[in-house]
């Protein structure tokens, strides 16, 4: 099993950046998938979950209509475009692929960081 981030960086308040998820070794399309975060000295936080079908999408306060979900399920990945971005968005961002069948299955990405600074 393997979850792959990219797409973080460096980005001045205001801007943009696409974080890219690319799974494999599991059946991507059956799990719920997600974005984390966690900035120095707090907790690991959900910022933005997806169905496995893609139809329904739920966000954190803190970064709705900001912040968009979404999936490729042809393409095994899961997407998160951040407009708008705040200097108080610098994390690292993980992707979580989740599924209860039987018992929980939780899988995680190594996570990449993602820095809003001028």
């Known amino acids: 099993v393997q979850l792959v981030e990219s797409g973080g960086g460096l980005v001045q308040p205001g801007g943009s950046l696409r974080l890219s998820c690319a799974a494999s070794?599991?059946?991507?399309?059956?799990?719920?998938m997600s974005w984390y975060r966690q900035a120095p000295g707090k907790e690991r936080e959900s910022v933005a979950i997806?169905?496995?079908?893609?139809?329904?999408?739920n966000y954190a306060d803190s970064v709705k209509d900001r912040f968009t979900i979404s999936r490729d399920n042809a393409k095994n990945s899961v997407y998160l475009q951040m407009n708008s971005l705040k200097p108080e968005d610098t994390a690292v961002y993980y992707c979580n692929a989740f599924l209860y069948m039987d018992y929980p299955r939780r899988y995680w990405g190594q996570g990449t960081q993602v820095t809003v600074s001028s």
């Open positions: 997806i169905d496995n079908t893609g139809g329904s999408t």
């Open positions: 070794g599991f059946t991507f399309s059956r799990y719920r």
